[in-house]
């Protein structure tokens, strides 16, 4: 069966630390991966993609996600958080029939 | 550009009852899904359906169905509800049927507590 799995539920950062967030997916042949963040009372929105092509893509706000295909991995990372970051972080994939399969979430919090 | 809007924003059922949430897709998009976020948990996909028709579906019973009318809102009815359909349900639009996920626009979603 196709899933996605987050290791890390809560995670507590000061400003300026560095992140990394775990993100496994377990699909057969063609996978298309994401990471959402939802910010405290706002809409879930896309933070970066993944279909093909260049295994470290770039999104939004400084934050980058390394596509490791012979681990089954897909974390997220960012060199210096900031207390804006505070947020909830969900990664999601897709195989062919485009059906998304969200993980549980990490929940991060950064300290000023 | 509103964006994607539903309705209500909370809602308060009982055991039994039966709910119809609404959405509004974001303008120019004319594909919307449905998913279920239970307290904890990342969403789950529970349908989708483009042209008034459900195209795909999720792993989710019979008593969750929907609807969607020409101008492209959305209706997700569920029947019989039980506790465990408590949960935040979010609506998302995305132009056409490719299934291009990096579209997906989601709305704020529907917080319903069955008791």
């Known amino acids: 069966a196709q899933s996605v799995s987050q290791h890390n539920h809560h995670v507590i950062l000061s400003e300026a630390a560095s992140l990394e967030l775990g993100c496994n997916y377990s699909y057969g042949g063609t996978v298309n991966l994401f990471w959402y963040v939802q910010y405290p009372g706002q809409h879930l929105q896309l933070l970066l993609k993944?279909?093909?092509?260049?295994?470290l893509v770039k999104g939004i706000k400084g934050f980058e996600a390394e596509f490791i295909k012979s681990k089954f991995s897909f974390n997220l990372r960012k060199p210096s958080v900031q207390w804006s970051d505070t947020a909830e972080y969900f990664c999601?994939?897709?195989?062919?029939?485009?059906?998304?399969?969200f993980g549980r979430g990490t929940s991060l919090i950064v300290h000023p | 550009d509103a964006g994607v809007t539903q309705s209500p924003t909370h809602l308060i059922k009982t055991r039994g009852q039966q709910v119809t949430l609404r959405c509004s897709p974001k303008s120019g998009h004319d594909t919307v899904s449905w998913y279920q976020q239970a307290l904890g948990q990342g969403p789950q996909f529970i349908f989708q359906?483009?042209?008034?028709?459900?195209?795909q579906r999720g792993n989710f019973p019979d008593r969750f169905s929907g609807h969607q009318f020409p101008n492209y809102s959305s209706e997700l009815n569920v029947n019989a509800l039980l506790l465990g359909d408590s949960a935040l349900y979010l609506c998302a639009s995305v132009p056409g049927l490719a299934g291009r996920l990096d579209e997906q626009f989601f709305g704020p979603g529907t917080r319903l507590t069955v008791l």
């Open positions: 999601a994939g897709s195989g062919g029939s485009y059906i998304p399969t």
């Open positions: 993944y279909f093909s092509g260049d295994p």
């Open positions: 359906y483009y042209e008034e028709e459900e195209r």
